[in-house]
């Protein structure tokens, strides 16, 4: 069984930083991408950025510029630090895992959401 706890969301003002963090555990042979998607209310879950086990990213075009991914590997974390925050990154985030169990097979894991407001 593999299990993502994601923490860190909580209420920022505009202009305010969070760090998301997001573990994973469980008895696995290996992870790939490791990612972070986000569902706003009333509209349906959007990519935020994803992160390769060699280090390379990708993020929404909304989010360019704000938001960094980053991983560590030995620590099966994955982190989203997101910086000058608007309230349209209001939403609740999900981090997500390509797993590779020890079967062989490459399976995908959802974490918790956790939920991120932006409100003065």
């Known amino acids: 069984q593999v299990q993502l706890v994601p923490s860190g969301g909580g209420l920022v003002q505009p202009g305010g930083s969070l760090r998301l963090s997001c573990a994973a555990s469980g008895s696995y042979f290996g992870i790939g991408i490791m990612g972070w998607y986000r569902q706003a209310p009333g509209k349906e879950r959007e990519s935020v950025a994803a992160?390769?086990?060699?280090?390379?990213?990708n993020y929404a075009d909304s989010v360019k510029g704000r938001f960094t991914i980053s991983r560590d590997n030995a620590k099966n974390t994955v982190y989203l630090q997101m910086n000058s925050l608007k309230p349209e990154d209001t939403a609740v985030y999900y981090c997500?895992?390509?797993?590779?169990?020890?079967?062989?097979?490459?399976?995908?894991?959802w974490g918790q959401g956790t939920p991120v407001t932006v409100s003065s």
């Open positions: 997500n895992a390509n797993v590779v169990l020890r079967s062989g097979y490459n399976v995908q894991y």
């Open positions: 992160i390769t086990n060699g280090g390379s990213t």
